[in-house]
């Protein structure tokens, strides 16, 4: 069984049960839970789990079993009943439609969170203030606008893609507020680009990390930072756009040799 992923799922899922969706781009799925936050995993990562008999599936939902957690308990890599502290759970103030909202930010999970903590030893940080709120605005919109679409588990055909039709679930049933925030989302991604609209919805939407991003997209180590940055400061300049300051230099007028200005 490979280490990493599959460990990193069931240290998630020894803090409580967690929901399946699908994640929109590789072959990775999301698990989500709540206020806990979404971790993403390789599905072939939780086939083997859910044949190990370490995890049991319910619909939608996924929770670790007595299995799983004994042998956890076995490499000594699990506190199921370790309570969050105040450094894992805190907040960012976003603007949504003109007034300011606080979303809940789990920086145990959040890549974004874990990168705007992190300080060199100058004691700067990698990413802007107006950085960061726009990854969490981004992510706090395509959270709103239930754009991650929910997966119907099916290990024989996991990972396929399900359609957003008028049905239950689909584009009739959202509410004005979800559609608004699509559109919102829509917009801030045609404003960066479709060259770095990729790596904002990995990294901010799927809390992909970076070298997960770098593994998929089959990129040089370190250069994902590097394109993320670039991202998120072109998603800045669309929901904080800078305001245009006044020089004090005279306005000039042009016109014809005979014109005259109009004295009232």
């Given at each position: 069984?490979?280490?990493k ?39 072939d ?18 929770r ?15 506190q ?6 105040r ?25 974004l ?11 700067s ?12 605005r ?37 509410t004005?507020?979800a ?55 072109a998603l800045?300049?669309?929901y904080e ?24």
């Open positions: 069984m490979e280490a992923g599959t460990l990193r799922a069931m240290r998630f899922l020894a803090r409580g049960a967690a929901l399946l969706r699908k994640a929109g781009t590789g072959s990775a799925t999301l698990l989500e839970a709540g206020e806990r936050g979404t971790i993403a995993v390789e599905a990562a939780l086939g083997r789990l859910a044949n190990a008999g370490f995890v049991s599936i319910s619909g939608e939902e996924i670790l079993t007595e299995v799983g957690t004994r042998s956890l308990r076995e490499l000594g890599s699990v199921p009943a370790k309570p969050r502290t450094d894992d759970i805190g907040t960012a103030t976003v603007v949504v439609d003109g007034a300011n909202q606080s979303v809940a930010i789990n920086h145990a999970e959040s890549p969170a874990l990168l705007w903590r992190r300080k060199s030893r100058d004691g940080r990698f990413l802007e203030a107006r950085e960061f709120r726009a990854g969490e981004l992510r706090s919109d395509y959270t709103r606008g239930q754009l991650t679409p929910r997966l119907g588990v099916n290990w024989n055909g996991f990972g396929a893609g399900r359609s957003d039709g008028g049905g239950a679930g689909g584009i009739a049933d959202l004005d507020a559609l608004a925030a699509r559109k919102r989302v829509d917009h801030a991604i045609s404003a960066v680009g479709p060259e770095l609209a990729g790596v904002l919805i990995d990294v901010c939407c799927f809390l992909k990390g970076l070298e997960q991003v770098e593994a998929e997209r089959s990129w040089p180590a370190r250069s994902a930072k590097v394109v993320l940055k670039s991202a998120l400061s800045a300049r669309h756009p800078k305001r245009a300051t006044t020089t004090g230099e005279p306005v000039l007028h042009w016109g014809a040799h005979d014109y005259r200005p109009t004295i009232r």
